[in-house]
């Protein structure tokens, strides 16, 4: 098993998956996301929480959707970058910001969510699965455990 690592922007939080490979991501276009990361999307994995051991403390936040369901938004106390969240309707799920992947230049994209508010300039790769708005999860998943 090889060691896939991370951290946060300041290096107070750092962190290993357990996997045997860097993990597919995908890019979630949505406003949110955009607000959230400063950027014109996100780009994120989701692992098995129990495949992730961090060292150092991490600060917390609880955003409750009109829904009810919770995500629990995860960062560096020090730098604020965002590590990793989880959310009730996904429990044992961590999705982790793959741009904290200290080979996040290696990292591919299976997928493209909320792509109707995707920022105009930004073309799309053929055949990567799109979805306008959020993607069924089991499909989602389909899309980044296939090879
Ligand atoms: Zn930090
Ligand atoms: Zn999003």
């Known amino acids: ?8 922007r300041c290096g107070a939080v750092r962190y290993t998956l357990a996997l045997d ?21 996100s780009q994120q994995t ?14 917390v936040f609880e955003l409750i959707a009109p829904s009810g369901r919770v995500s629990v938004q995860r960062m560096c106390p020090v730098c604020h970058t965002r590590i990793y969240n989880t959310n009730s309707a996904r429990p044992g799920v961590a999705v982790v910001r793959a741009g904290t992947l ?6 591919d994209i299976a997928a493209h969510i909320w792509v109707k508010r995707k ?8 055949g990567v699965p799109a979805w306008p708005e959020a993607a069924p999860a ?8 296939e090879h």
Request: glycine share 10%.
């Open 46 to 59: 989701l692992v098995p929480e129990g495949s992730l051991s961090l060292t150092g403390s991490l600060a």
């Open 21 to 41: 490979a860097l993990p597919r991501t995908y890019a979630c276009h949505c406003r949110d996301c955009q607000t959230w990361s400063g950027s014109a999307f």
């Open 119 to 126: 920022q105009p300039w930004l073309t799309l790769e053929d």
């Open 1 to 8: 098993m090889s060691e896939i690592q991370g951290g946060c």
């Open 102 to 107: 200290d080979r996040s230049d290696e990292l």
């Open 138 to 145: 089991a499909e989602l998943v389909g899309a980044l455990t």
